[in-house]
C-alpha cells in the first residue's frame, strides 16, 4: 500500500482568527463555493438549503429509553451550547418548528441504551436535537436515522460535570438523501463524551461536530467510520476547541471510498488556547480508496496557543487497495470478492468493535459488506 | 502423486506505455511430488518471471504453451483458482496489506484452500507451531500482513504459509535474497520439513547457490534469457558456483 501525507499545517504563528458564529442566517453570504468551509462541498446538490423554506417533512420516529430517561417534543429551545458557524445550521437554529429534548437524570446509571429511530419521508425540514447527561450520570445514546429527505440539523449535546456519554449517530439515509448536520457539545468538568459518527448512506451529508470543554479535565473521543458509494459525497468537518485546562481529545476517523466520483472529505481542526495548559490531544485520518475514480480529502489544522500542553498530533494516510496486495491475498486461494471483505472489515474493525450495541454493530457490518458488494459505478 | 507440467511456455510482459516484452522465450519443465527442482540463472534472465506466470499474476500475458497440475489447464483458472488447485508461490517481495491481522489472514486463506475453516480446538495450535519453528514471535499473529516486517521476517512467514497451507506445488521465488546466515538455516529447514512430506513438489528459483547447501535438489536447470539452457543433477550447481553463468552468458550473445 502506498501511504500518501496530504495535508496542511495549521498557521501556528500570531494569533489565528476566532471563528465566525452568528444566530443571523443573514451574517452567512450565500456560499459560492470558493469559501474555505465550501470548497469541498457540492453546492449545486444544496442550493435548496440556502434560502429559508417552509418545511415539508420531519423526522419522526420511536425512542427506546430505560428508566432514567426522559424525551419530549418541545417548541423549538435551543439550548445554547451550538453558535451556527454556516449559513444552514444558523437557518435551521431560527427556524426549526420544534425540539426533539432527551435527558438523563443526574446521577443515572443506564442499564441499556437509548435507541432513537429516526426516518424522514421525502421533502425538506429543518432538525433540533438536544441531548443533556446530567451531573455524574452515565449513558449511550444511539440515533439511527434512515429514509429520503433533505434535512439541515443541529444537535446540541451538553455532558454535565463528571458525567459520561457515549453517543452513535448513524447516518444510514437511503441513497438520493441529503443532510447537514451541526453537532455540537459541551463537556463538563472530568466528563467524558465519545462520539461516533458512522456515515454510510446519504447522497450528500456533511457533518460539523464542535466540542468545547466546560470545565478542566474533560475528554472527548470522536470516532468516525464512513463509506462512499459511487457518486455519494460524506464530509466530515470537526472543530475541537480547548478552552479550559488539563482536558483531552482523541480523534480517529476512518473513510473507505468505493466507484466513480465517491468522496470523502475529513476536515479537522482542532484549537489549544492559551488558557489550556495541560491539553492532550491527537487526531487521525485514515482513508482506504479502493478504486479509481475514487477522491478522499484530508486536512487536519493543530494551533497551538500554549507551549505548556501534555501533547498534540495528528496524522492523515490515504492509502490505496492497489492490484498487488488483491494478488497477494487471492494467491493464497482467497477469492476476490473475500479479499477486498478482508481488507475492509479489517480497516474498519477497530472502530466498529466500539459500537456499544451488537445489533448495530452486526448491521453496520453487514451494511458495510453489502455496500462493498455492489459493482463499482453501479447505483450507490 | 501430483505433477506439475510446464510445455513450451512463452510468456510476455507489459510494459507501462502498453508495449509487451516478450520474456519467456518456450520453457519446459516437469516437477513431480516429493522433487525438488532449482531454476538458477543470472538477473533478468526471467526466472521470476516464470514465477509469476504460472501464480497468475495480471502484468504477464501467455502468448503460448501450456501449465498444466495434475493434467488441469492452470492458465485458464483465476489466480485464487491456482492456489486452490495446490500452487503456491513464496514471494521475492511479499507485500503487506495494512489492516488484516497475520492470523486473520491465515485462517482465511487456510479456509479457502481447504474448502472448510480449521478446527477452533487445534488451529491456535498449529499456527502458534508453524511461527515457532520459523522463528517468528507467536505475537506477529496480531500485526498486519507483512506491515513493517522486516526482509528476513517477511521471507519467514512466507515459509509459514507454505507448512500451513500444504500446496501440491510451492515455488519458492529467490526466497534466499536478504536473509543472514540465520535466517537462511531456518527457512531452508522448513522448506525440508514439506520436502520430508514427500507430498510436494518444490520450484525453488535462486540466484546464488547458498540455499543449495541446506535444501538439497534433485534436479538443476540453468535458466538464460528465457529458457532453459543446460539441465543436470546437483553437481551442476557446484560447476555453476566455481564458473558463474559467464559461459552461458557468452553463448547467449554476451552480457551487455
Same mark, same amino acid.
Given at each position: 500500500?502506498?501511504?500518501?501525507?496530504?495535508?496542511? !499545517? &495549521?498557521?501556528?504563528?500570531?494569533?489565528?482568527?476566532?471563528?465566525?458564529?452568528?444566530?443571523?442566517?443573514?451574517?452567512?453570504?450565500?456560499?459560492?463555493?470558493?469559501?474555505?468551509?465550501?470548497?469541498?462541498?457540492?453546492?449545486?446538490?444544496?442550493?435548496?438549503?440556502?434560502?429559508?423554506?417552509?418545511?415539508?417533512? $420531519?423526522?419522526?420516529?420511536?425512542?427506546?429509553?430505560?428508566?432514567?430517561?426522559?424525551?419530549? +417534543?418541545?417548541?423549538?429551545?435551543?439550548?445554547?451550547?451550538?453558535?451556527?458557524?454556516?449559513?444552514?445550521?444558523?437557518?435551521?437554529?431560527?427556524?426549526?418548528?420544534?425540539?426533539?429534548?432527551?435527558?438523563?437524570?443526574?446521577?443515572? @446509571?443506564?442499564?441499556?441504551?437509548?435507541?432513537?429511530?429516526?426516518?424522514?419521508?421525502?421533502?425538506?425540514?429543518?432538525? !433540533?436535537?438536544?441531548?443533556?447527561?446530567?451531573? $455524574?450520570?452515565?449513558?449511550?445514546?444511539?440515533?439511527?436515522?434512515?429514509?429520503?429527505?433533505? +434535512?439541515?440539523?443541529?444537535?446540541?449535546?451538553?455532558?454535565?460535570?463528571?458525567?459520561?456519554?457515549? =453517543?452513535?449517530?448513524?447516518?444510514?439515509?437511503?441513497?438520493?438523501?441529503?443532510?447537514?448536520? /451541526? !453537532?455540537?457539545?459541551?463537556?463538563? $468538568?472530568?466528563?467524558?463524551?465519545? !462520539?461516533?459518527?458512522?456515515?454510510?448512506?446519504?447522497?450528500?451529508? $456533511?457533518?460539523?461536530?464542535?466540542?468545547?470543554?466546560?470545565?478542566? &479535565?474533560? @475528554?472527548?473521543? =470522536? +470516532?468516525?467510520?464512513?463509506? /462512499?458509494?459511487?457518486?455519494?459525497?460524506?464530509?466530515?468537518?470537526?472543530?475541537?476547541?480547548?478552552?479550559?485546562?488539563?482536558?483531552?481529545?482523541?480523534?480517529?476517523?476512518?473513510?473507505?471510498?468505493?466507484?466513480?466520483?465517491?468522496?470523502?472529505?475529513?476536515?479537522?481542526?482542532? @484549537?489549544?488556547?492559551?488558557?489550556?495548559?495541560?491539553?492532550?490531544?491527537?487526531?487521525?485520518?485514515?482513508?482506504?480508496?479502493?478504486?479509481?475514480?475514487?477522491?478522499?480529502?484530508?486536512?487536519?489544522?493543530?494551533?497551538?496557543?500554549?507551549?505548556?500542553?501534555?501533547?498534540? &498530533?495528528?496524522?492523515?494516510?490515504?492509502?490505496?487497495?492497489?492490484?498487488?496486495?488483491?494478488?497477494?491475498?487471492?494467491?493464497?486461494?482467497?477469492?476476490?470478492?473475500?479479499?477486498?471483505?478482508?481488507?475492509?472489515?479489517?480497516?474498519?474493525?477497530?472502530?466498529?468493535?466500539?459500537?456499544?450495541?451488537?445489533?448495530?454493530?452486526?448491521?453496520?457490518?453487514?451494511?458495510?459488506?453489502?455496500? =462493498?458488494?455492489?459493482?463499482?459505478?453501479?447505483?450507490? | 502423486?501430483? *505433477?506439475?507440467?510446464?510445455?513450451?511456455?512463452?510468456?510476455? *510482459?507489459?510494459?507501462?506505455?502498453?508495449?509487451?516484452?516478450?520474456?519467456?522465450?518456450?520453457?519446459?519443465?516437469?516437477?513431480?511430488?516429493?522433487?525438488?527442482?532449482?531454476?538458477?540463472?543470472?538477473?533478468?534472465?526471467?526466472?521470476?518471471?516464470?514465477?509469476?506466470?504460472?501464480?497468475?499474476?495480471?502484468?504477464?500475458? #501467455?502468448?503460448?504453451?501450456?501449465?498444466?497440475?495434475?493434467?488441469?489447464? *492452470?492458465?485458464?483458472?483465476?489466480?485464487?483458482?491456482?492456489?486452490?488447485?495446490?500452487?503456491?508461490?513464496?514471494?521475492?517481495?511479499?507485500?503487506?496489506?495494512?489492516? *488484516?491481522?497475520?492470523?486473520?489472514?491465515?485462517?482465511?486463506?487456510?479456509?479457502?484452500?481447504?474448502?472448510?475453516?480449521?478446527?477452533?480446538?487445534?488451529?491456535?495450535?498449529?499456527?502458534?507451531?508453524?511461527?515457532?519453528?520459523?522463528?517468528?514471535?507467536?505475537?506477529?499473529?496480531?500485526?498486519?500482513?507483512?506491515?513493517?516486517?522486516?526482509?528476513?521476517?517477511?521471507?519467514?512467514?512466507?515459509?509459514?504459509?507454505?507448512?500451513?497451507?500444504?500446496?501440491?506445488?510451492?515455488?519458492?521465488?529467490?526466497?534466499?535474497?536478504?536473509?543472514?546466515?540465520?535466517?537462511?538455516?531456518?527457512?531452508?529447514?522448513?522448506?525440508?520439513?514439506?520436502?520430508?512430506?514427500?507430498?510436494?513438489?518444490?520450484?525453488?528459483?535462486?540466484?546464488?547457490?547458498? #540455499?543449495?547447501?541446506?535444501?538439497?535438489?534433485?534436479?538443476?536447470?540453468?535458466?538464460?534469457?528465457?529458457?532453459?539452457?543446460?539441465?543436470?543433477?546437483?553437481?551442476?550447481?557446484?560447476?555453476?558456483?566455481?564458473?558463474?553463468?559467464?559461459?552461458?552468458?557468452?553463448?547467449?550473445?554476451?552480457?551487455?
Amino acid at each position: 500500500m502506498t501511504a500518501t501525507l496530504a495535508h496542511s !499545517h &495549521g498557521n501556528r504563528t500570531g494569533t489565528p482568527p476566532e471563528r465566525f458564529t452568528s444566530s443571523d442566517p443573514d451574517a452567512f453570504e450565500v456560499p459560492t463555493g470558493r469559501e474555505e468551509e465550501w470548497r469541498f462541498t457540492p453546492l449545486r446538490r444544496l442550493r435548496e438549503l440556502f434560502t429559508p423554506f417552509e418545511p415539508t417533512t $420531519r423526522i419522526t420516529g420511536e425512542v427506546s429509553a430505560p428508566e432514567g430517561v426522559s424525551w419530549a +417534543i418541545e417548541p423549538l429551545s435551543p439550548a445554547g451550547v451550538l453558535a451556527p458557524a454556516d449559513r444552514v445550521s444558523a437557518l435551521a437554529l431560527q427556524r426549526a418548528p420544534q425540539s426533539f429534548v432527551l435527558r438523563v437524570a443526574a446521577g443515572a @446509571r443506564l442499564d441499556d441504551p437509548v435507541l432513537v429511530t429516526g426516518v424522514a419521508s421525502p421533502g425538506i425540514g429543518y432538525e !433540533h436535537m438536544v441531548i443533556e447527561v446530567g451531573e $455524574r450520570a452515565q449513558a449511550t445514546v444511539v440515533v439511527d436515522y434512515r429514509g429520503s429527505a433533505t +434535512i439541515a440539523e443541529n444537535v446540541e449535546i451538553l455532558v454535565g460535570d463528571g458525567g459520561s456519554l457515549e =453517543l452513535v449517530s448513524v447516518q444510514g439515509w437511503d441513497a438520493d438523501a441529503v443532510h447537514l448536520s /451541526a !453537532h455540537a457539545a459541551r463537556i463538563g $468538568r472530568d466528563a467524558h463524551l465519545r !462520539h461516533m459518527a458512522v456515515n454510510l448512506g446519504g447522497a450528500v451529508v $456533511r457533518l460539523s461536530p464542535t466540542v468545547h470543554f466546560g470545565g478542566p &479535565g474533560g @475528554r472527548a473521543d =470522536l +470516532i468516525g467510520v464512513a463509506f /462512499a458509494g459511487p457518486g455519494q459525497h460524506l464530509e466530515t468537518r470537526l472543530y475541537i476547541d480547548h478552552d479550559q485546562p488539563d482536558c483531552s481529545s482523541d480523534v480517529l476517523y476512518k473513510n473507505a471510498l468505493q466507484g466513480d466520483d465517491a468522496r470523502t472529505v475529513w476536515i479537522g481542526d482542532v @484549537r489549544i488556547r492559551p488558557v489550556a495548559t495541560g491539553t492532550n490531544t491527537f487526531e487521525l485520518n485514515r482513508n482506504l480508496v479502493l478504486t479509481d475514480g475514487a477522491r478522499a480529502d484530508s486536512v487536519p489544522n493543530l494551533e497551538i496557543e500554549t507551549g505548556e500542553i501534555v501533547g498534540a &498530533g495528528h496524522a492523515s494516510a490515504t492509502g490505496r487497495f492497489d492490484d498487488e496486495q488483491l494478488f497477494y491475498l487471492m494467491a493464497r486461494g482467497i477469492p476476490e470478492a473475500e479479499a477486498r471483505k478482508l481488507v475492509v472489515r479489517g480497516f474498519f474493525a477497530e472502530l466498529l468493535d466500539k459500537v456499544p450495541v451488537p445489533e448495530l454493530h452486526d448491521r453496520l457490518v453487514a451494511t458495510i459488506e453489502k455496500r =462493498l458488494a455492489e459493482v463499482a459505478g453501479g447505483p450507490a | 502423486m501430483s *505433477v506439475l507440467e510446464i510445455r513450451d511456455l512463452h510468456v510476455s *510482459v507489459k510494459l507501462p506505455d502498453g508495449s509487451r516484452k516478450p520474456i519467456l522465450a518456450g520453457v519446459d519443465l516437469t516437477v513431480g511430488a516429493g522433487q525438488t527442482h532449482a531454476i538458477m540463472g543470472p538477473n533478468g534472465s526471467g526466472k521470476s518471471t516464470l514465477a509469476y506466470s504460472i501464480a497468475g499474476h495480471p502484468k504477464y500475458q #501467455i502468448t503460448g504453451g501450456q501449465v498444466l497440475l495434475d493434467g488441469a489447464d *492452470v492458465l485458464a483458472m483465476t489466480v485464487d483458482e491456482r492456489a486452490r488447485a495446490g500452487l503456491f508461490l513464496a514471494m521475492q517481495y511479499p507485500v503487506e496489506v495494512p489492516g *488484516v491481522s497475520v492470523a486473520n489472514f491465515l485462517r482465511t486463506a487456510k479456509t479457502a484452500i481447504d474448502g472448510e475453516a480449521p478446527k477452533l480446538r487445534t488451529w491456535g495450535k498449529e499456527l502458534t507451531g508453524a511461527m515457532t519453528r520459523l522463528g517468528m514471535d507467536p505475537a506477529f499473529a496480531q500485526r498486519n500482513v507483512n506491515e513493517g516486517f522486516s526482509g528476513g521476517e517477511k521471507k519467514r512467514h512466507e515459509i509459514v504459509q507454505l507448512e500451513l497451507l500444504k500446496p501440491k506445488v510451492a515455488i519458492l521465488d529467490e526466497t534466499d535474497s536478504g536473509l543472514d546466515i540465520d535466517a537462511l538455516r531456518v527457512v531452508s529447514e522448513g522448506v525440508n520439513r514439506v520436502r520430508e512430506q514427500g507430498d510436494t513438489g518444490v520450484l525453488l528459483i535462486t540466484h546464488y547457490t547458498r #540455499i543449495l547447501r541446506y535444501v538439497k535438489p534433485d534436479f538443476v536447470h540453468v535458466f538464460v534469457a528465457g529458457r532453459i539452457v543446460e539441465e543436470g543433477g546437483p553437481e551442476l550447481a557446484e560447476k555453476l558456483e566455481a564458473e558463474g553463468y559467464e559461459r552461458y552468458l557468452s553463448g547467449a550473445g554476451g552480457r551487455a
